[in-house]
Each structure stands twice: as C-alpha cells, then as structure tokens.
C-alpha cells in the first residue's frame, strides 16, 4: 500500500514488513525479548511526519480513541 | 442527532490470524476507494497492550443530490484515523475509527471489538458499532440517512477484503472468481473512461469561455 507521502512508500513497505514478522512472531506470543523495528520505524516516521505537515492534514492534538469518550456503552 | 448503528460479525479464522490479517489488509480487491494507508504513531504500553494510528486516505463521493450543497472544490478524498488497542492478554483488539475531514458535513465513527468466539475458540467474533451524523442545517437527516446506507454496504466490502486476505495468508486461492475479478476490471475500465470523459467534456466547455 502506498503511503500518504510518495517519498515514503520504500520506507512504509520495509517497515510493515518488519514489524508484522515482529507482531506475529514475538508480540502475539508474548515473548517481549526487544523490538528489531525501531531504526526502520524511526526513518518511516520522519518522513511520513514531514509529508502531513506539507500536505497540512489536521492530526494535531486528535486525542487516541478521540471523539468516543462520550459515546454511550450500549 | 446522531444515528446509531450495531452489528456483529463473525470470521471464521482465530483471533491471532485476523489479528495479523488487520494489519495487511490493504490492498484487497475490495478496497479499490484506500488511496493510501499509513502508521503514525505505535507504543507498546507498559501493560503489554499495542497501541497504533493508522492513517488513510479514501476516496469519498458525494451523490449527485447532494453534490449542489458542497464547497466547488471539495477535495475528493478523506483521510481517515483509525485507532486501535491490541492485547494479546486478554485476546481483544479494539479500533476507533472516523473521518478528520469533511466532518461538519458527515461524521461517521465507528467502533470495533474482535473477540474469541466462545462457542468455537477457533473464530473471532466481531462487534460493530457505528454513530453517524451531520451538522448540515435542515439535511442532516438525509445526510445520515444516506451515510448509513453507504456505511452498511461498506460493512460488506471490509468483511470479503478481510476474508480475502485471511485465505490467502493461509495458502488458500482466495474465494473470488476469475470470472468476478474480469467484471470488477471491466467496471474499472469503464468507469475510469467515463472519468476521462467527463474531463475532456468540461476542458472543452472551458475552452468556449475563454
């Protein structure tokens, strides 16, 4: 899948690739022995970051789970 | 007002594989409208839980009624958070997911929780929760109306995109048919033309203008 910044599909791509092997083969097994993704998710990261600043998509101070506190259990 | 709107689904895979399948989901021959998929924040919390946003860009079209009430040039695509909460101690994963943009227009969120089905420890079953609204003044209604209507055909791309890779991540040949995929490529094609089309169209009334 491509990423929001075109710049930064190469880096999305190898990053994926490292952290589903990590999710599957460590994460879900519980074995918490250190994370190889780090570097890769760290390059990723600047410049995916960069891109939403240029293409100005308004992510800043979305609460995580945001708009859902209010929301009734039901 | 807000519309509320609740389902469940069930997938017939363990827990682990549709965990493993969410973050691969896309591309799938069902999400043709994902432009584009990104992860912009990931931690593991000091309970063990993973926690992720996931952004993406899909495209959003307007029906034709309700084109003549929006800005001229309303981007065509809307991005889109998706968080999400994975604990693999307790086996749920829980999303949040809504609309950042065009959000006074129509707000669809939606909450979902995946769970080891309890009658058959190898499915995962699946709560869906919606809430739909709009702050059009004297359309909401209809804008609510017809955002649950999008949003349940949408239920139904999402399940077969999700059952599709599922298939695939265990070595099966995905369900869909050669014969179904040639009709999706040639309603592509033709759509795509007729895209086209409507472009050469308005270039030309332009041209007259000028």
Known sequence: ?74 | MVKYFCCADLLKSTWDQVCIAFWQRYPNPYSNHVLTEDIIFREVTPTNCLISRRLLTKTSRAPRWMERYLPKHMASSAYIIEDSIVDPQKRTMTTFTWNISHARLMSVEERCEYKINPENHSWTEMKREAWISSNVYGLSRAIQEFGLARFKTSISKTMKGFEYILAKMQGETPSRTLAETATERARETALAAKEKAKDLASHAQKKQFV
């Not at chain 1, 918490?32 to 100005?56: H, L, N, P, W």
Request: glycine residues 6%.
């Open chain 1, 1 to 74: 899948m491509n990423s929001v910044g075109e710049a930064c599909t190469d880096l999305k791509r190898e990053y994926d690739q490292c952290f589903n092997r990590w999710f599957a083969e460590k994460f879900l097994k519980g074995d918490r022995s250190g994370d190889q993704c780090t570097e890769t998710f760290r390059k990723y990261q600047r410049c995916v970051q960069k891109a939403i600043k240029e293409k100005d998509i308004p992510i800043d101070g979305v609460e995580f789970m945001g708009p859902n506190k209010d929301k009734p259990e039901s």
